[in-house]
């Protein structure tokens, strides 16, 4: 059974940054794909970011392309989401979500294991 566990949330004021981090326990991290999604309180989850196996593909929600970056370290079993420039309505629960496929695909029902959660506020 893998298991996720985020770490990096918090509290930060509009246009700052923080670096959100994911570590899973399973042996299959590096023939992964990995995602990030977020939930915001009375909103559905969504996609913010996913990475294929090999890194060598990836893809952002238009709302948050080009402030946040995903990345992966295999040798940690690790995915990363740095967000910059964060706005309010960046302010929500982020989970991490990883799938038995490699293919970095968009939909949650694709992911197979899930992180409990990290809550990241934007405050004014």
């Known amino acids: 059974q893998v298991q996720l566990a985020e770490s990096g949330g918090g509290l930060v004021p509009a246009g700052g940054s923080l670096r959100l981090s994911c570590v899973s326990s399973g042996r299959t991290f590096s023939d992964s794909a990995l995602a990030w999604f977020r939930q915001a309180p009375g909103k559905e989850r969504e996609l913010v970011a996913t990475?294929?196996?090999?890194?060598?593909?990836?893809f952002y929600d238009d709302a948050v392309e080009g402030r946040f970056t995903i990345s992966r370290d295999n040798t940690k079993n690790t995915v990363y989401l740095e967000m910059g420039s964060l706005k309010l309505e960046d302010t929500a629960v982020y989970y991490c979500a990883q799938r038995k496929g490699g293919a970095a695909l968009l939909q949650g029902n694709k992911y197979d294991y899930w992180g409990q959660g990290t809550q990241v506020t934007v405050s004014s």
């Open positions: 990475i294929s196996w090999s890194g060598g593909s990836v």
